[in-house]
């Protein structure tokens, strides 16, 4: 059965950004795959076309490239906080301010999430891109099951 818009799919994957050859950066593993309503938009919208017409069992390789994926960084995305403005996770103090630490503060209301890049005693700079920004995606995909 071809997949088509509207079923779920079940399926594996593993996402480089070096090339097809290079250092996995994600991985879903058979042991836990993910399920997906295709159409839904759960997932890339190229991620998602891809799937359309394959088939259980199918394994193939999608080149996802920037300006599709995840888009350039976006220098406005970087901000510069005062220590304070910023949550660490639960449990965290000041001490475990460091660099790839996953931050929250809030604009207008809204919560943003982050990833500190640098700090000092007073200023914290946390990136707000995705972590694929700017960068070509190499997915291996494993289809695993198809329900409609």
Request: hydrophobic share 40%.
């Amino acid at each position: 059965m071809k997949i088509e818009i509207g079923d779920q799919v079940t399926l594996t994957y593993a996402l480089r950004v070096e090339g097809f050859d290079g250092e996995v950066w994600e991985e879903i593993p058979n042991d836990d795959p993910m399920t997906i309503t295709v159409g839904d938009g759960e997932v890339l919208e190229k991620f998602e076309k891809s799937l359309v017409g394959q088939e259980k069992g199918s394994s193939f390789q999608l080149f996802i490239a920037c300006d599709d994926a995840y888009g350039p960084e976006d220098k406005d995305a970087i901000f510069e906080l005062p220590k304070d403005a910023v949550t660490l996770e639960e449990g965290a103090d000041d001490e475990d301010f460091m660099e790839g630490e996953l931050v929250s503060f809030q604009i207008e209301g809204e919560d943003i999430f982050g990833v500190i890049v640098e700090y000092d005693l007073k200023t914290v700079v946390v990136d707000c891109n995705h972590p694929f920004a700017d960068e070509d995606l190499y997915f291996d995909i494993k289809i695993l099951d198809v329900k409609r």
